[in-house]
């Protein structure tokens, strides 16, 4: 397309802002859930321990409270069962089961706005979300824009373009030249006239832009 400027054929109203709610009440929920876990004592999460949380969050705490290994009698101790072993701080417990529930409910869908409904895992929040160094959450880059053309739907190719600018003249013209008043003008209806009746009479198209009109059809279609 030689238009680097998008051009918007059709948005869903509806759509669009239940996407942006559906995602807002995932951030809200991811933020309160980072809050959480900074609440049990332990050094502050970072922007790159921030996945963790979501997929490996008892190694995540071993590391917080051990550095990343563990030693009993000068012998180290193999990560696996190490991780088991560290006493997890007070209210560890409850941060789990929270975090367990929020995680089923981004699977089961519990996160939506009407019709819209927000489906994903734990593994796939470091692709949707990141954590700032203030501790708020927010969305990436890529997916902020995945969310902001939600319902927006544009032309793919010049030829598409050229047709959303034919429809959106013979619209026009249709109100300018007064012909609304005579067939009316609410929703589909008025696109089905138009479609129907103000076009009906048209045969073929020349070449050069002249047309062929069946003037049989043109008096049928007029108003009386």
């Given at each position: 397309m030689k238009n680097q400027t998008k051009v918007l054929v059709h948005k869903k109203e509806c759509l669009h802002l239940s996407g942006k709610q559906a995602w807002e009440q995932v951030r809200k929920a991811t933020e309160e859930i980072v809050a959480s876990f900074n609440s049990l004592g332990l050094p502050p999460l970072t922007p790159s321990e921030f996945p963790r949380l979501f997929t490996d969050v008892d190694a995540l705490c071993f590391d917080k409270i051990t550095g990343g290994s563990l030693e009993i009698g000068g012998v180290s101790i193999a990560r696996e069962t190490a991780v088991g072993m560290v006493q997890k701080p007070e209210g560890y417990d409850a941060f789990?089961?929270?975090?367990?529930?929020?995680?089923?409910?981004?699977?089961s869908g519990y996160f939506s706005h009407q019709n819209y409904m927000v489906q994903i895992s734990g593994s796939q929040m470091n692709e949707l979300f990141e954590?700032?160094?203030?501790?708020?959450?927010?969305?990436?880059k890529e997916h902020c824009e995945r969310v902001a053309n939600e319902g927006l739907f544009y032309a793919d190719t010049e030829g598409q373009e050229r047709l959303n600018e034919f429809i959106k003249?013979?619209?026009?013209?249709?109100?300018?030249?007064?012909?609304?008043?005579?067939?009316?003008?609410?929703?589909?209806?008025?696109?089905?006239?138009?479609?129907?009746?103000?076009?009906?009479?048209?045969?073929?198209?020349n070449e050069d832009g002249t047309f062929v009109i069946d003037p049989n059809e043109l008096i049928t279609a007029s108003p009386l």
């Open positions: 789990k089961s929270r975090l367990n529930e929020f995680l089923q409910n981004l699977e954590l700032l160094k203030d501790m708020k959450v927010c969305l990436t003249r013979t619209v026009d013209n249709y109100f300018s030249l007064g012909l609304h008043k005579d067939f009316g003008k609410e929703g589909i209806a008025g696109a089905a006239i138009i479609k129907d009746r103000c076009l009906r009479p048209l045969r073929s198209i």
